[in-house]
């Protein structure tokens, strides 16, 4: 599945920070910054997108 996240605090520093947590999970197959408009991408075959929600948020970036 892919899902997109919009940083609602968006900054460049935090999404690295969102996107190096992502990286970590298993799970998940790509990640996607896209600066412009101020959101993640990530497909997973395996996670749902409360728990790739979850592990942005539990890495202190605000997301929805």
Known sequence: MTYTFDLTDYSD???VVAENALRGLGGVDSVDVDRVSETIT????TLT???VLDAIRQ???PAK
Not at 42 to 45: P, Q
Request: glycine share 16%.
């Open 13 to 15: 520093e935090s999404a």
């Open 42 to 45: 990530v497909n997973s075959t």
């Open 49 to 51: 997108y409360g728990e």
């Open 59 to 61: 890495a202190g970036v």
